[in-house]
């Protein structure tokens, strides 16, 4: 059974095709043998199932994830390392399967789907340090250690790479974990937890638990338990914010990712070319769907017309359709609400007197949305206030930097932001001045694996990637010596 619903996803090794949670080492189906159904975004048609998964499996994975830390911890830097570095070398040996698993369940093209692959690097030089001491005969040393067992929850644009960024950190780090996969999105966490089991890592370091109906009482779970330490999560603001407060009754330690709603700002000695092809990769990225897409972009007046023009006809040769097809530019949105939520932006811009230069339209009975381009869009449409996470560029006019810093900021989140000018003095102003935790000057396209990446405001707390994203995993001990 299982392997011939394997056979729909077309993979060369169809054995990284789970239809179970992971639990202890164990594959698992639900215990009263519920299941969520796995669509196909840009087809809608079924690609398998997976089990929806409640509270006693989440506490069972809990505890199977804590009974595997004392040993998993106690492993060196150099064992995790050695793991962890197999475990990459075994998802470049499946690049071709990841990538098109990745485009099955998310629509994104099979050059993104791939892409989100080589998006992990792992960090095992958790220094500490020495702090000279004002006493002759004292010494102090800080030491890191892991903070323990991990819920990782993660969203359904990068499926993989999602995952890969905090679960990469973790088990360097030496925790274990729990983790809960998007229910659109679970195939591509069960095949990383299948390559993990392959390279070596221990049972119960790594544990699955697929859910969708049952997800407040999971989620709750995962937050609240006292065998969890640490909570990290990547999604919208609002269910970051309820996570941030269920993991405060027992001050565990948190990182969040959680919305933007990005500033792309070109100034009027913006090299054009190169502008208008970073708002291409920074807006239509995923087809809009990443939490650094450009959301609101500025134009200064005096180049405001040939920045449209330009932008309208490269967007318009866009070729939107299945992200398999190697010539499609630009896959669907995950689901109707995507769409819905996309036209209703689209709608509110033109009732205040936007004007479509391409697209505007979802393409009937699909989740397929035009690419769009407005223009003259008002301050007060609604894409400025709310992320759009769709295939929408719209362009406001500005006149003065004070005013567009001002626009830019008026924003109750700060996740990234963009600028494009020549100007040495306004680069340095505006990069300091702009609210966000991430600014890319003169490039639409910051996402590393090796860069602290996170947001300021509303848009979360704490940092991933790099040598700052090991930290979330890690507590600081200090060591004093005396009577030396
Ligand atoms: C995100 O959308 O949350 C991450 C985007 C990225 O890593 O570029």
Not at 37 to 64: C, D, F, R, Y
Not at 248 to 267: D, Q, R
Request: glycine letters at 10%; hydrophobic letters at 40%.
């Amino acid at each position: 059974m299982a392997s011939s619903q394997a056979s729909v996803f077309g993979l060369k090794d169809s054995s990284l095709i789970r239809f179970q949670g992971l639990i202890d080492g164990k594959w698992v189906d639900a215990k009263d043998g519920a299941k969520i159904v796995v669509k196909n975004p840009a087809t809608n048609e079924e690609l398998g199932t997976v089990p929806e998964m409640g509270l006693a499996e989440t506490k069972e994975a809990i505890s199977a994830a804590a009974k595997a830390f004392p040993a998993w911890s106690t492993t060196t830097g150099k064992e995790r390392h050695d793991i962890l570095m197999k475990l990459f070398a075994l998802m470049q040996e499946h690049h071709d399967d990841l990538g098109r698993l990745i485009t099955l369940e998310n629509g994104k093209t099979l050059t993104e789907g791939k892409g989100e692959n080589a998006y992990t690097e792992e960090a095992v030089r958790t220094y500490g340090e020495q702090i000279p001491s004002p006493f002759k005969n004292v010494r102090n040393v800080v030491i890191k250690q892991p903070v323990g067992t991990s819920s990782i929850m993660t969203p359904w644009n990068f499926p993989s790479a999602m995952i890969t960024r905090k679960l990469g950190a973790a088990l360097a780090a030496g925790c274990t974990t729990v983790i809960k996969p998007p229910p659109e999105t679970p195939f591509s966490a069960l095949a990383l937890a299948e390559l993990a089991a392959r390279a070596g890592v221990p049972d119960g370091v790594i544990n699955i638990v697929t859910t969708e109906k049952n997800v407040s009482e999971v989620g709750k779970e995962m937050c609240e338990s006292k065998a969890v330490k640490k909570v990290t999560f990547t999604g919208s603001t609002p269910v970051a914010k309820m996570l941030a407060s269920m993991a405060s009754s027992t001050l565990k330690k948190i990182s969040l990712e959680a919305g933007g709603n990005a500033p792309f700002i070109v100034f009027d000695d913006a090299d054009m070319d190169e502008a208008v092809a970073a708002a291409i990769i920074c807006k239509f990225r995923g087809s809009g769907q990443t939490c650094v897409c450009a959301n609101r972009i500025f134009v200064h007046s005096s180049v405001y017309a040939e920045f449209a023009s330009r932008l309208a006809e490269k967007v318009s040769a866009f070729k939107v359709g299945n992200g398999l097809d190697e010539s499609t530019t630009h896959g669907p949105l995950i689901h109707k609400r995507a769409t819905e939520k996309v036209s209703r932006h689209v709608e509110d811009a033109i009732s205040q007197g936007a004007q479509v230069l391409v697209g505007g339209k979802v393409i009937e009975n699909s989740n397929f949305f035009q690419p769009t381009v407005l223009s003259d869009v008002p301050a007060g449409a609604l894409i400025n206030t709310e992320e759009t996470f769709g295939p929408l560029a719209a362009l406001v006019k500005f006149e003065t930097e004070e005013e567009v810093v001002r626009l830019a900021n008026s924003t109750e989140v700060g996740l990234a932001g963009y600028f494009f000018s020549r100007d040495v003095g306004r680069v340095w102003r505006v990069a300091e001045k702009l609210e966000v935790g991430m600014v890319g000057v003169n490039t639409g396209l910051i996402s590393q694996a090796v860069i602290p990446f996170g947001g300021v405001k509303e848009s979360g707390l704490g940092r991933e990637g790099g040598p700052h994203g090991i930290d979330e995993y890690m507590n600081e001990k200090l060591i004093v010596f005396g009577g030396l």
